[in-house]
C-alpha cells in the first residue's frame, strides 16, 4: 500500500460544512463543531441561494420578478440563526458562514481546496431539495479533493470504533490510510473489512458458481490492508472477511461504528463504478458518520 496521492488531512485545520436548512444538515454543522473541537480546527460553514432553472422558468428566462436580494438576505438570516444555535454549544471553536449564489456543489467543492474534511447531511427536507442533495453528494463524493463525511439525521451512541472497507483499490488503500490516522488520533478500534462473493457464469443446466480463487484472492486483499493499517496504527486493528453484498454488510457494520470509511471508487472499469455506487448507498444509509476518501 502507497499513500501517494492520498489527501494530506493535517494540512488545513479547518472542516468546511453545507447547509440547506433542513434538520439533516444542521446535525452536520453539530458534528463539525465538535470534531472541529477535538482537532483544534476552525469550521466555515456555507448556503446557497442558487436558483434553479425550473423556478426561473417560472419568472421567466431571465429570472424576472425574483428579487435574489431578499433571496440573500433570507439565505444569510437563516444560516445565522442556525450557526448561532450550534455554535453556543462550542464556544472555543472558531467559525464562520457565507451564503453564496452559485450551485451547492461548486461552492462546496471551491471550499474543499482549503479544507480538512467537507461535511454535509444525508437529506435535505423535502423531495425536491432531497433530489438535489443527492446530486450535490454525487459531485462530492466524485471529485472532492479532500474526504467527505455525510453524517446521518439520528447518531448512536460512541463505540470508539471505526470501520474501513477495503476492496484492493489505490482509493481503498487511501480509506484504510486515513482512517488509520483517524484510529490513533482517537484511541479507537480499527476495523477493516472486505466483502466478497463467488461469480457466477452461465451453463447449459442453468447458472452455476465459478470455480475460482476469489476466496484466496479476498483474503489476500484483506491481510495486506490490515498490515498496512498496523503499520499506523500498531494494535488495536482486526479484519472482518464477509461474504455476501457488499452495501447490506457495511451498513450493517456501521450499527456499531463511530465511522464507516470508504475510498470513493473500486477496482477498474465497471468495478470502480460498482464500488462508486456502494459508497453513495452507504453513506445515504450508514448508521453512523460515513467517510468517503479518495
Given at each position: 500500500?502507497t499513500?501517494t496521492?492520498?489527501?494530506?488531512s ?5 472542516l468546511?460544512?453545507g447547509f440547506?436548512g ?15 473541537e ?5 469550521v466555515?460553514?456555507v448556503?446557497?441561494y ?6 426561473d ?11 435574489m ?5 433570507w439565505c444569510l438570516?437563516?444560516l ?8 453556543e454549544?462550542y464556544p ?9 449564489r ?15 474534511l467537507?461535511?454535509?447531511?444525508s437529506s435535505?427536507?423535502?423531495a ?11 459531485s462530492?463524493l ?6 467527505v463525511v455525510v453524517?446521518p439525521e439520528?447518531?448512536h ?7 474501513v472497507g ?20 482517537r484511541?479507537a478500534d ?11 457464469h452461465?451453463t ?12 484466496v484472492?479476498a ?8 498490515e498496512?493499517?498496523?503499520?499506523v496504527l500498531?494494535?488495536?486493528?482486526s479484519?472482518e ?8 454488510s ?5 450499527t456499531t461504528?463511530?465511522l464507516?470509511?470508504?475510498?470513493s ?11 462508486g455506487s456502494?459508497?453513495s ?7 453512523c ?6
Amino acid at each position: 500500500m502507497t499513500s501517494t496521492g492520498a489527501y494530506d488531512s493535517a494540512l488545513h485545520r479547518r472542516l468546511v460544512v453545507g447547509f440547506d436548512g433542513s434538520d439533516s444538515s444542521l446535525g452536520a454543522i453539530d458534528w463539525a463543531a465538535k470534531e472541529a473541537e477535538a482537532r483544534g480546527a476552525s469550521v466555515r460553514v456555507v448556503s446557497s441561494y442558487s436558483m434553479e432553472p425550473v423556478i426561473d422558468f417560472g419568472s421567466g428566462a431571465t429570472g424576472t420578478g425574483v428579487d435574489m436580494t431578499d433571496i440573500a438576505t433570507w439565505c444569510l438570516d437563516r444560516l445565522e440563526t442556525a450557526t448561532a444555535k450550534v455554535f453556543e454549544q462550542y464556544p472555543g471553536v472558531v467559525h464562520d458562514i457565507e451564503a453564496v449564489r452559485e450551485s451547492p456543489a461548486m461552492a462546496l467543492l471551491r471550499e474543499a481546496k482549503e479544507a480538512d474534511l467537507v461535511v454535509v447531511g444525508s437529506s435535505g427536507a423535502g423531495a425536491i431539495t432531497r433530489f438535489l442533495l443527492g446530486s450535490v453528494t454525487g459531485s462530492l463524493l466524485a471529485s472532492c479533493p479532500c474526504p467527505v463525511v455525510v453524517v446521518p439525521e439520528q447518531l448512536h451512541a460512541p463505540t470508539s470504533r471505526i470501520v474501513v472497507g477495503t476492496d484492493g483499490s489505490e482509493h481503498a488503500d487511501h480509506a484504510v490510510r486515513w482512517a488509520a490516522d483517524e484510529a490513533a488520533r482517537r484511541g479507537a478500534d480499527l476495523v477493516v473489512a472486505h466483502v466478497w462473493k463467488y461469480g457466477y457464469h452461465l451453463t447449459m443446466g442453468g447458472i452455476d458458481r465459478a470455480d475460482d480463487f476469489t476466496p484466496v484472492d479476498a483474503e489476500l486483499i484483506l491481510d495486506q490492508a490490515v498490515e498496512a493499517a498496523r503499520e499506523v496504527l500498531g494494535g488495536g486493528v482486526s479484519g472482518e472477511l464477509i461474504e455476501g453484498n457488499e452495501a447490506d454488510s457495511l451498513l450493517e457494520l456501521s450499527t456499531t461504528a463511530d465511522l464507516l470509511v470508504l475510498g470513493s471508487r473500486g477496482r477498474g472499469g465497471f468495478r470502480a463504478m460498482l464500488f462508486g455506487s456502494i459508497a453513495s448507498a452507504a453513506a445515504t444509509h450508514s448508521s453512523c458518520p460515513t467517510v468517503v476518501v479518495r
